[in-house]
């Protein structure tokens, strides 16, 4: 009786969980039912036009391998017709490699949409796996929207290539060549509570890139490009966490034993962010902001790379015990970074960890301030050369105050808010202080000669000679 039960057992498991072989034309609308499960593709499978392929939630599709080690024969599912996969978060659909784990990644081509035809395809909830060319079309979908939720794409070469607008909601990206594939004819990319792990890189050339509350851990080049806003993101153990990164507002993210955190050209807004224990915190090009931030325990934490660093704002930041370099000047420009702290009292400790004209005569000098232990308040600047001020042509849009006029005590002043300014000699006492509005005002200062400093409230200072 016992022996029957578990024979009776076995072929209900059996009828359960069937197996189907497919392959070839669908030449009618056809569906792909759980009992049916799982689905063999023993040859390249093709939806013809007009005709649709359903498949249910929980089913899984395994592509068989062709090892002939030619791209051009990897079997394929293309739609030409109409293809909708609509899986749940507790059942999702599963296409992968019937080839072991060992021998499956990039084994078979992928899921082709072929929009020339006029396909369609709706899919969701579902998993990628061991593909090379991933799930992708063969034209670009302008003011087309695609929304994936709790989708996961593993072990493809490409995982996503299609040129609309993407949307993802907790989607997991992993050990994929590249996640999703540089969009060169249109598309942007949302991403929320998603995770992208061990990528060679997570997405390149997207653009009006948003995303949220992500996950960035051990991938190659992970963000290369795609310009756009980052919230709230950790970014943990990358080769790079951004390269050739522009155009960027990086704001509350966490940066951690990355070689590189930011590679930036220019052109971004880097803020309330916590650089800790990378190589390299960051790299910093022309037209950048970075401010407010913790960059603290990496071997080397800011190094400005920018051809013209006074349109570069480095500010309000804590830039503290980075083991060989606070900061670099890798350029052969002059700058100043008063309004940061280095958490040392000690100007020849603090000298020591700034790589300047100083060390190595082909770069510029870069002047800074000292601060009390609370890093609230300067108790000298370090002045190694006079900054010649700005020109109005040379403002940078950033930039909270420009002198673009001065006639001995008479200074035309130009003041992009509302803030109160402070004049402070070259040890930094402070000298007189007053309120400025917004717009362009005449100033009369002391009658006493000499060079001063004009401190804005986000710190930012000006040379003024008397």
Not at 47 to 53: A, C, E, I, M, S
Not at 139 to 167: R, T, W
Not at 183 to 207: D, R, V
Request: aromatic letters at 12%; glycine letters at 8%; a negative charge.
């Amino acid at each position: 009786m016992k022996n029957s039960l578990i024979t009776l057992s076995f072929l209900v498991n059996f009828i359960s969980f069937g197996q189907t072989n497919v392959s070839g034309g669908i030449y009618q609308n056809t569906t792909w039912n759980l009992a049916g499960s799982p689905y063999i593709v023993t040859s390249s499978i093709v939806v013809f036009p007009g005709n649709t392929l359903t498949i249910e939630p929980g089913v899984e599709v395994f592509v068989t391998p062709d090892y002939s080690f030619n791209t051009g024969n990897l079997r394929y599912i293309e739609i030409r017709g109409n293809l909708i996969a609509l899986g749940t978060e507790n059942a999702p659909i599963v296409f992968k490699s019937a080839a072991n784990e060992n021998q499956g990644s990039h084994s078979w081509m992928g899921l082709n949409i072929k929009g020339s035809q006029g396909a369609t395809f709706q899919m969701n909830n579902f998993k990628l796996f061991d593909s090379y060319y991933g799930l992708y079309n063969d034209l670009g979908e302008p003011g087309v929207s695609y929304n994936f939720a709790n989708c996961h794409f593993k072990n493809n070469n490409y995982a996503i290539q299609l040129n609309a607008d993407m949307n993802y909601s907790n989607c997991i990206f992993e050990s994929n060549g590249v996640g999703q594939a540089a969009q060169i004819s249109y598309g942007s990319l949302t991403a929320t509570n998603c995770q992208f792990l061990n990528n060679f890189c997570s997405f390149t050339w997207s653009n009006s890139v948003n995303v949220t509350n992500c996950l960035f851990q051990g991938n190659q080049n992970n963000i290369v490009g795609s310009p756009g806003f980052f919230d709230n993101c950790q970014f943990i153990d990358n080769e790079y966490a951004f390269a050739e990164a522009y155009g960027h507002t990086i704001q509350n993210c966490y940066f951690a034993q990355n070689t590189i955190g930011i590679d930036n050209s220019g052109g971004s807004n880097i803020s309330n962010c916590t650089f800790e224990y990378n190589n390299i915190a960051l790299k910093i090009g022309d037209n950048t902001s970075i401010s407010n931030n913790q960059i603290v325990n990496n071997q080397i934490g800011v190094a400005v790379t920018a051809y013209n660093p006074n349109t570069t704002i480095i500010s309000d930041n804590q830039i503290c015990n980075n083991t060989e370099f606070n900061l670099q000047n890798l350029t052969d420009k002059n700058f100043q970074v008063n309004a940061n702290c280095f958490c040392s009292q000690d100007s020849t400790y603090i000298e020591s960890y700034i790589l300047d004209g100083y060390d190595d005569i082909t770069r510029g000098l870069v002047n800074y301030a000292i601060y009390d232990d609370s890093c609230e308040s300067i108790l000298n600047y370090i002045v190694k050369i006079q900054l010649d001020e700005l020109e109005l042509s040379e403002l940078n849009m950033e930039n909270t105050i420009v002198i673009y006029a001065q006639n001995g005590q008479l200074v035309t002043i130009k003041s992009k808010r509302n803030q109160k300014l402070t004049l402070l000699s070259l040890s930094g006492a402070v000298i007189s202080s007053f309120e400025i509005g917004e717009g362009i005002i005449e100033l009369t200062l002391p009658q006493t000669q000499g060079l001063y400093l004009l401190k804005s409230t986000s710190g930012e200072l000006l040379k003024v000679v008397l």
